[in-house]
């Protein structure tokens, strides 16, 4: 796919595409409901949205398959894992002394785990950490993206309002994670440029 020749039209109507299988994220289960005045979304659910991301886009940004599948989706399972710690703050917040932070929680993480998973997970979130490998780094890119999809839509706006989200911190911190992959940039400038036109940001 060559991202020159993806026009707007076609960008937008894939996103709708995807943005129909984010319908998962509020289908709540035993029988109970979120009210639709409710605009929140859990790391879980943030996750799951990197998956279909990932599975988008993995064919697109590596056509010849040479990137490991089942890395990839374990490390977008456990990217965020220090979150049970920390919980989650915006990215564009963060300083060095949160990413310290957020470094110790990790180690914390890992001592209350099963025995025989710590030294799988430990691999990954290292490997996330010290993004040593094509797989973390597209991993990366993904978790910078998908908010994107999240917040193209209504929630989306309630969302940005409420934080007082600008342009430069919401494309700040994805443009430098975006660079090696035309697709997912492309997409990025299109939706970026359309929530400006439409007063999404």
């Known amino acids: 796919m060559n991202p020159s020749t993806l026009t707007k039209e076609y960008i937008l ?13 509020y289908e ?3 029988a109970q409901n979120r009210p639709s005045n409710i605009f929140t979304e859990s790391v879980a659910e943030h996750i799951y949205g990197m998956h279909i991301c990932a599975q988008y886009f993995l064919p697109l940004e590596d056509p010849k398959g040479t990137w490991d599948k089942v890395r990839i989706y374990e490390l ?9 710690e920390t919980g989650d703050m915006l990215g564009y ?13 990790k180690i914390k993480v890992l001592e209350k785990l099963p025995d025989h998973l710590k030294p799988h997970f430990e691999e990954l979130i290292n490997d ?16 910078r993206f ?41 997409f990025n400038q299109v939706i970026h440029q359309t929530m400006i036109d439409e007063r999404l940001l």
């Open 146 to 186: 998908e908010p994107l999809l999240q917040m193209y839509s209504e929630f989306g706006r309630h969302v940005i309002n409420h934080n007082k989200t600008t342009s430069e911190q919401a494309q700040r911190i994805k443009k430098p994670y975006l660079e090696k992959y035309p697709v997912m940039q492309k």
């Open 28 to 30: 709540i289960r035993y």
């Open 93 to 105: 917040l963060k300083t060095d002394d949160i990413r310290d932070k957020e470094r110790e929680s």
């Open 128 to 143: 996330y950490e010290n993004q040593e490998t094509s797989e973390s780094h597209f991993v990366k890119a993904i978790d």
């Open 13 to 25: 109507n894939e996103v709708k595409k995807i943005q129909y299988l984010y319908g998962l994220k």
């Open 76 to 84: 977008i399972t456990l990217h965020d894992i220090d979150e049970l």
